[in-house]
Structure formats: structure tokens, C-alpha cells
């Protein structure tokens, strides 16, 4: 057996309530702030899902493997740490079955701790952060902030591996400016990205007899971080870690709120929470998937594949090897129908499904929506819906995913973004390039890219039955409809 490619440590937060304590109809919303929680990075969401598809019996395989996949089965995979594939298989799979796709994104707007991060003034120990993302980064300002991500470390046989680590107490804060040094704060707020949103670790008089202060006389190798980084930081990682400083080479650590998140509201009717978009919609998917493959039903004889993709920076673009513009969903395609023929039978019969939060209506900026879209959290999905395709939703599509939401007895909402305003997207423009037609959706949410957002503790059952709706039943009302 070949060792694993990586190895992973874990700290899961509590939430504080358990799902007995939840209030009725909302045990997935209470399941999903644990694992908002436990997941502060692209890293940590991997792995969580893993865990809960590992739980449901799904087989993880490796891509540099020889897949051998099974008619019946339940597999995933997952790439450099940060992207997760999984999918199962009907009793009857055969090369050009059509595959049924739940695409959504595992990263948010944070900020990063940079290769070369030791800063100092005024007596502060500083760390150098890069922006990642479009986030409010006012909202970033005087939060009790920590540290997540991976880690490289040897060990004492020369062996590298990527820990996942997470330090699960304040230790960083990026301070704001006193009013009396300020006094225009409340009408014109703005500060400087690179010089006035730098964090503090600690006093520089606190290390200043510290024994692991790196020694500058020792020749520094190309592998060797020491320098680069303040020596408590390093520290605090292999205390962590269980490691000696030294045997840390290289890290990605992403800044973090401590603040748990929680239900909120006079009837818990909503989720406070970092990281809603877009793991709420990441969750949701996984949480479909793994109990339909539970229930009794399963596998079923006849129908598509059954496929949750969690991509990479979509923050940034997804361009990259663990993005949605990678070879992630092409590569599995091509695996389950080798041939041109049945390959191209394969996308013809396929339907995917961009999952990715979408814009409530705020009370206090009601004039930010077109005055006929105007979705409200808890009031159900949303169809995303854009004529300059920054958005995939077609009448096709729409027609859909209604009778899917149908089905379990939910709602629907409809968004469109107004004439004199710019629209965003998602990851679905990007994969209906391979032929796939496809239909973007999302919960409704408040506060998007700030580091505290909000969105409706019911929306996320509702999300969960329309994903589970469409495991079981999409490629039998597919067959009902027919275009001339």
C-alpha cells in the first residue's frame, strides 16, 4: 500500500447547542454551523467533507490511480487538498450515462499571511497579509482573528507532509484608529489596504529574551522559512503541530474570526455566520449526497450518475488546478465514457446545477434590487436569472428546477439584477462551456464578503431538498420533457 499523500491534524469547535437543542426544523441548520465552524479554510472543508463521505460509506479513490469503478458504487477524490469530487454510480451504469452535478465553491474572501509575513513598528509585532478575494475588509477591523491552513514538516525520516493545522484562540487583531485621532471616521471612512490593514501578533518587548529568536549567522537554506517569518509565529505552529520549528518548510494560513457562529433572531430564523458563501451551498451538497446513498432506495437500477463538485477560487477567478476552469469535471467524464461517441452521449444527457449564494433584500437598501425580484431569506431558492449569461439560467432550466423544488413541497424565488447595475457570477458560465446545460441557484443571503454574514436558518433544508431531489429524480422528469 503506498502512504498517503498527505496527512491532516483536526480541531473541531463546539457550536454550543446540539441538535436536540435546536428548535424544530432546523436540525440541518444546527448540523451546518458545526461545520462552518470546524472548516476556516478551503483545507478544512475538504476535509470535513471527506469525513462526512467517508461516514456515509463513499470509497475515496486517487486520480493518478487506475479507477475501476463498480455499477452500484459511491467514490470520491480529492485534489491538492483543496477540491473534492464525488459521485455514484446506478445499478445499470454503462459508458454515456448522463451525470446529474451539484457545483459549488469552498473558498471565501479572507486575508493571507504572505511567503516573507515578519513586519514590525512601533514596538508591534506585525505580520504581512495579502487581500484574497473582494471582502468588505472594514468588516476585518477590530475582530479577535486567528490562524488556519497547512503546513509542510518533515520528519525524522526525511518525509514531507501537509498538515492541516488551526489555532483555535485569538492571537492576531487588525486595530482601527481612536475617533479622537479621527474625527472624520463616521463621514468619510477609508484606509489603505497595504499600510493600514496590517495585523499585530504581539509586543516586540515580549520576545526580545525569547530562546528560539533565530539565529542570523546560520546559512539559510532554500527550504528554510526561519527568517522569514517571526520566530514566536513559527513557534506557535509546532506547538500545535507537534513538531520542532525547524521542520517547518512552507505553510498557506489564511486569517480567521474565532467568533462562532450561531443561529440568530427572536425564532433562530437565521445563520450568523463567516464563510456562508459559500459553504452553505458546499454543505448542502454533501449532505444530499450522502443521505440519499443512505436511504433505502439506493443504488437505484436506472438514472444518471449522481456528482457534488467542491471547487477552488472562485473568489479569484477559478483559474487554477483545483478551480472550476480545471480538468476536475472533464477528466471525470471522459473516465466513465473513454469514447468520443459515448463521451459526447454523456454531456448530452448531463445537467448541472451552480449552487452559490445569492442577494437578499435588505430592509435598509431596498432600492438595490429590481423592484419585482426581490428574494427574502427563509422564502426558498433562488433562480438566478441573467440575459448577458453571467448567469446560466434558461427557461429550460428554470422550468426544472421548479418541479424538482416542487417535488419536496418547497418554494422558489426568482433574482435579476438591475439595469444600471453590475451582476456577478459563478462557476456555472464558466462549466456550461463543456456542453452541459446548466442552471444557477443559491440561498438568499445578507451581508455577502463581509467577515459576519447572514442568511436563513431554514433556507439550508430547503437547499438540501432540492439537491436530494435532484439525485433522485432528475434524469426520470428529463425524460418527460422534450424539445423540438
Same mark, same amino acid.
Given at each position: 500500500?503506498?502512504?498517503?499523500?498527505?496527512?491532516?491534524?483536526?480541531?473541531?469547535?463546539?457550536?454550543?447547542?446540539?441538535?436536540?437543542?435546536?428548535?424544530?426544523?432546523?436540525?440541518?441548520?444546527?448540523?451546518?454551523?458545526?461545520?462552518?465552524?470546524?472548516?476556516?479554510?478551503?483545507?478544512?472543508?475538504?476535509?470535513?467533507?471527506?469525513?462526512?463521505?467517508?461516514?456515509?460509506?463513499?470509497?475515496?479513490?486517487?486520480?493518478?490511480?487506475?479507477?475501476?469503478?463498480?455499477?452500484?458504487?459511491?467514490?470520491?477524490?480529492?485534489?491538492?487538498?483543496?477540491?473534492?469530487?464525488?459521485?455514484?454510480?446506478?445499478?445499470?451504469?454503462?459508458?454515456?450515462?448522463?451525470?446529474?452535478?451539484?457545483?459549488?465553491?469552498?473558498?471565501?474572501?479572507?486575508?493571507?499571511?504572505?511567503?516573507?509575513?515578519?513586519? +514590525?513598528?512601533?514596538?508591534?509585532?506585525?505580520? /504581512?497579509?495579502?487581500?484574497?478575494? /473582494?471582502?468588505?475588509?472594514?468588516?476585518?477591523?477590530?475582530?479577535?482573528?486567528?490562524?488556519?491552513?497547512?503546513?509542510?514538516?518533515?520528519?525524522? @525520516?526525511?518525509?514531507?507532509?501537509?498538515?492541516?493545522?488551526?489555532? #483555535?484562540?485569538?492571537?492576531?487583531?487588525?486595530?482601527?484608529?481612536?475617533?479622537?485621532? #479621527?474625527?472624520?471616521?463616521? #463621514?468619510?471612512?477609508?484606509?489603505?489596504?497595504?499600510?493600514?490593514?496590517?495585523?499585530?501578533?504581539?509586543?516586540?518587548?515580549?520576545?526580545?529574551?525569547?530562546?528560539?529568536?533565530?539565529?542570523?549567522?546560520?546559512?539559510? $537554506?532554500?527550504?528554510?522559512?526561519?527568517? @522569514?517569518?517571526?520566530? $514566536?509565529?513559527?513557534?506557535?505552529?509546532?506547538?500545535?503541530?507537534?513538531?520542532?520549528?525547524?521542520?517547518?518548510? #512552507?505553510?498557506?494560513?489564511?486569517?480567521?474570526?474565532?467568533?462562532?457562529?450561531?443561529?440568530?433572531?427572536?425564532?433562530?430564523?437565521?445563520?450568523? +455566520?463567516?464563510?456562508? @458563501?459559500?459553504?452553505?451551498?458546499?454543505?448542502?451538497?454533501?449532505?444530499?449526497?450522502?443521505?440519499?446513498? *443512505?436511504?433505502?432506495?439506493?443504488?437505484?437500477?436506472?438514472?444518471?450518475?449522481?456528482?457534488?463538485?467542491?471547487?477552488?477560487?472562485?473568489?479569484?477567478? *477559478?483559474?487554477?488546478?483545483?478551480?472550476?476552469?480545471?480538468?476536475?469535471?472533464?477528466?471525470?467524464?471522459?473516465?466513465? *465514457?473513454?469514447?468520443?461517441?459515448?463521451?459526447?452521449?454523456?454531456?448530452?444527457?448531463?445537467?448541472?446545477?451552480?449552487?452559490?449564494?445569492?442577494?437578499?433584500?435588505?430592509?435598509?437598501?431596498?432600492?438595490?434590487?429590481?423592484?419585482?425580484?426581490?428574494?427574502?431569506?427563509?422564502?426558498?431558492?433562488?433562480?438566478?436569472?441573467?440575459?448577458?449569461?453571467?448567469?446560466?439560467?434558461?427557461?429550460?432550466? *428554470?422550468?426544472?428546477?421548479?418541479?424538482?423544488?416542487?417535488?419536496?413541497?418547497?418554494?422558489?424565488?426568482?433574482?435579476?439584477?438591475?439595469?444600471?447595475?453590475?451582476?456577478?457570477?459563478?462557476?456555472?458560465?464558466?462549466? +456550461?462551456?463543456?456542453?452541459?446545460?446548466?442552471?444557477?441557484?443559491?440561498?438568499?443571503?445578507?451581508?455577502?464578503?463581509?467577515?459576519?454574514?447572514?442568511?436563513?436558518?431554514?433556507?439550508?433544508?430547503? $437547499?438540501? @431538498?432540492?439537491?436530494?431531489?435532484?439525485?433522485?429524480?432528475?434524469?426520470?422528469?428529463?425524460?418527460?420533457?422534450?424539445?423540438?
Amino acid at each position: 500500500m503506498r502512504p498517503p499523500l498527505f496527512t491532516v491534524t483536526r480541531r473541531f469547535l463546539s457550536t454550543g447547542m446540539t441538535a436536540t437543542d435546536a428548535p424544530k426544523g432546523l436540525e440541518a441548520a444546527n448540523r451546518f454551523l458545526s461545520f462552518v465552524n470546524a472548516s476556516p479554510t478551503p483545507f478544512h472543508a475538504v476535509q470535513n467533507a471527506s469525513l462526512r463521505l467517508d461516514k456515509a460509506g463513499f470509497v475515496k479513490i486517487r486520480e493518478e490511480d487506475e479507477w475501476e469503478p463498480k455499477a452500484g458504487g459511491k467514490y470520491y477524490f480529492t485534489r491538492n487538498q483543496a477540491s473534492l469530487l464525488a459521485f455514484t454510480l446506478p445499478q445499470k451504469w454503462k459508458h454515456g450515462t448522463g451525470l446529474s452535478i451539484v457545483a459549488t465553491h469552498i473558498d471565501s474572501p479572507n486575508l493571507r499571511i504572505r511567503p516573507i509575513s515578519k513586519r +514590525s513598528n512601533a514596538g508591534y509585532l506585525q505580520v /504581512g497579509v495579502e487581500t484574497y478575494g /473582494g471582502g468588505i475588509w472594514h468588516s476585518w477591523l477590530d475582530r479577535d482573528l486567528s490562524i488556519a491552513g497547512r503546513v509542510i514538516v518533515s520528519d525524522q @525520516d526525511g518525509n514531507y507532509n501537509s498538515k492541516l493545522v488551526k489555532i #483555535d484562540r485569538p492571537i492576531i487583531r487588525i486595530p482601527t484608529l481612536a475617533i479622537h485621532l #479621527d474625527r472624520n471616521v463616521n #463621514d468619510s471612512f477609508k484606509f489603505n489596504q497595504e499600510t493600514e490593514m496590517v495585523p499585530i501578533l504581539g509586543l516586540v518587548s515580549t520576545q526580545l529574551n525569547d530562546p528560539l529568536k533565530e539565529k542570523t549567522n546560520d546559512p539559510k $537554506a532554500a527550504s528554510a522559512i526561519q527568517t @522569514d517569518h517571526h520566530p $514566536a509565529l513559527l513557534s506557535l505552529l509546532a506547538e500545535e503541530l507537534s513538531v520542532k520549528s525547524e521542520r517547518i518548510h #512552507d505553510f498557506e494560513l489564511h486569517l480567521y474570526d474565532t467568533q462562532l457562529s450561531a443561529l440568530g433572531g427572536l425564532a433562530s430564523e437565521f445563520v450568523f +455566520s463567516p464563510r456562508l @458563501d459559500n459553504l452553505v451551498s458546499s454543505f448542502c451538497a454533501v449532505e444530499a449526497i450522502a443521505q440519499n446513498v *443512505s436511504s433505502e432506495s439506493f443504488p437505484v437500477l436506472e438514472g444518471n450518475v449522481n456528482v457534488i463538485a467542491l471547487f477552488n477560487h472562485e473568489e479569484v477567478g *477559478s483559474v487554477s488546478s483545483t478551480g472550476a476552469e480545471s480538468s476536475i469535471i472533464p477528466s471525470l467524464l471522459s473516465r466513465l *465514457s473513454p469514447s468520443a461517441e459515448t463521451l459526447n452521449q454523456s454531456i448530452a444527457r448531463s445537467f448541472l446545477i451552480s449552487a452559490d449564494m445569492g442577494h437578499a433584500v435588505h430592509p435598509n437598501y431596498t432600492n438595490k434590487h429590481e423592484e419585482n425580484h426581490k428574494p427574502v431569506m427563509n422564502g426558498g431558492v433562488i433562480l438566478k436569472v441573467n440575459a448577458k449569461q453571467k448567469y446560466t439560467t434558461d427557461a429550460v432550466g *428554470s422550468f426544472l428546477i421548479k418541479k424538482l423544488v416542487e417535488k419536496k413541497g418547497g418554494k422558489v424565488q426568482a433574482y435579476e439584477v438591475r439595469n444600471d447595475m453590475a451582476c456577478g457570477s459563478t462557476v456555472g458560465p464558466m462549466l +456550461s462551456k463543456i456542453g452541459i446545460r446548466t442552471v444557477d441557484v443559491g440561498n438568499p443571503m445578507l451581508s455577502m464578503h463581509s467577515i459576519r454574514e447572514t442568511a436563513g436558518s431554514h433556507d439550508i433544508q430547503s $437547499a438540501i @431538498d432540492l439537491f436530494s431531489s435532484f439525485f433522485e429524480g432528475f434524469a426520470t422528469l428529463d425524460k418527460t420533457l422534450s424539445l423540438e
